[in-house]
């Protein structure tokens, strides 16, 4: 006679959906990677502990696979840049946007105080000079408007109110001489407003709003779905600005690696000293990640291998060729899809 309890048991085990049985495998195969270290030069990052560890994926139908720390929050840092550029295209368009920051993979560091010299361009938006370029571009009738917006475009893009955490935004303004310094080599070309110093606040803010694995992958997951948050079905960017912001992350959106990324992985990501990374799957998913120990150029070093065998072994590279998604079809069903 069948034991009951086995028989739950077994129940129980195949009610797990291979999506989630591929991330736990994931998970528990990279969570003893010990390499990397977290970011100290924020005072209030180095708190993070390096075992958190938490992986999500969510499609553009809105289904949501959730695996280890993902609900666990940590600041967005760079990982914000993509959506704030995002939300300037929306204000500006193309060409004014294009006007005051670049479109250029940098090869230098996230942080590097340089601007193209004959433009006097700040190089791309998800570098930090870029970023605050960005920021000062966002509309608002003042200071407080300004925030505002911002921070409704995150709530678009996560479906919840963003918090931002105090403790990281001051230690971010504190710290923030470097940023200062970008910003006022900008001021001098004439390539930001003289609202700088509102705009170097917006900047240290959207660093500072708190997100989890979960939110990545449906931020993510917005972007993998034209624009419309598959989850909320509320849009989020302009359908005809989201190529501009998938074509800079995949280029630019892993620092100094951003090259060797787009090789190895050829998705569209952001990573941020947080240890978050936000990956894009055009017309099919989102994914997040979240493992702060950092490598050198500042990626999660946790975040790199778990993209890296997920593009390799679902065929997720932009450049697959023959991509139908036949590899994910066991993994879930997606009901739309690129
Ligand atoms: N707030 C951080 C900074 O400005 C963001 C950097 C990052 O995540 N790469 O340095």
Request: proline share 5%; glycine share 10%; with cysteine.
């Amino acid at each position: 006679m069948p034991d009951p309890i086995d028989d739950l048991l077994g129940n129980l085990k195949s009610s797990v959906s291979p999506m989630r049985a591929t991330l736990q495998e994931l998970h528990a195969k990279y969570k003893s990677v010990s390499d990397g270290t977290v970011a100290d030069y924020i005072p209030e990052l180095a708190l993070a502990k390096p075992e958190w560890f938490g992986l999500s994926l969510v499609t553009v139908d809105g289904d949501a696979y959730d695996v280890g720390d993902h609900a666990l929050p940590f600041s967005i840092q760079s990982v914000s840049k993509p959506f704030v550029f995002g939300q300037a295209l929306d204000d500006h368009g193309r060409d004014a946007v294009l006007a005051k920051v670049g479109v250029e993979p940098t090869g230098e560091a996230f942080n590097a105080i340089v601007l193209d010299e004959e433009s006097n361009r700040p190089f791309n938006p998800l570098v930090n000079a870029g970023a605050i370029a960005t920021a000062d571009l966002i509309h608002g009738k003042d200071f407080a408007d300004r925030i505002k917006r911002l921070m409704t475009t995150f709530e678009r893009y996560t479906g919840r109110s963003p918090h931002i955490d105090n403790a990281i935004f001051m230690s971010e303004r504190t710290t923030g001489h470097r940023n200062r310094a970008i910003a006022h080599l900008m001021l001098n070309f004439g390539m930001v407003s003289d609202q700088i110093a509102d705009s170097l606040e917006l900047y240290f803010q959207q660093c500072s709003i708190m997100v989890t694995a979960h939110d990545l992958a449906v931020m993510g997951a917005t972007l993998a779905n034209a624009g419309v948050n598959p989850v909320t079905k509320e849009r989020a960017i302009k359908q005809q600005h989201v190529k501009d912001v998938l074509s800079v992350m995949l280029t630019c959106g892993m620092y100094d690696y951003a090259g060797e990324w787009a090789y190895r992985v050829g998705l569209p990501a952001k990573s941020g000293v947080g240890g978050g990374i936000c990956a894009v799957v055009p017309g099919v998913c989102g994914i997040g990640i979240f493992s702060p120990p950092l490598d050198p150029r500042g990626n999660s070093v946790r975040g790199l291998k778990v993209c890296e065998e997920l593009s390799e072994r679902f065929g997720l590279h932009a450049f697959e060729l023959g991509f139908t998604g036949e590899k994910l079809a066991d993994q879930f069903r997606l009901r739309k899809g690129r």
